[in-house]
């Protein structure tokens, strides 16, 4: 089993299921058994209105740190050599965005060819 990490409130890691993401809190929750248990608050950083709840030990969700940048650029430099495309996942481009500084719309536009 691979061993979870423990991550910081305010800290921009990757989540599974909402990609790039900030750890807004960390709080204690009562789950329906009447035990107290620890949640990562995670909200989207592209769209605020997204908010996973995800507990800090036990989950079966995908967290983790983002891609260094090096490994990042290895990848979009794959992406406009080979497939000259945006990924169809936008949560793999935004963390590409997001690593790098750029808006994200900024990246698909010129990964598919239509830079404004």
Not at 73 to 95: C, H, M, S, W, Y
Request: charged share 35%.
């Amino acid at each position: 089993m691979e061993e979870q990490q423990d991550f910081q409130k305010k800290q921009v890691i990757f989540a599974g299921g909402i990609g790039v993401c900030r750890v807004e809190n960390i709080v204690n929750l009562k789950e329906r058994s009447g035990q107290t248990r620890q949640y990562y608050v995670l909200r989207s950083v592209y769209d605020q209105g997204r908010t996973a709840y995800i507990p800090v030990e036990g989950h079966k969700a995908e967290l983790r740190e983002l891609m260094p940048e090096n490994e990042v650029r290895k990848k979009l430099n794959d992406i406009r050599v080979n497939d000259k495309k945006a990924p169809e996942d936008e949560r793999e481009t935004g963390e590409i965005a997001w690593v790098l500084g750029m808006k994200l719309g900024d990246l698909i536009s010129e990964l598919n060819g239509t830079e404004t």
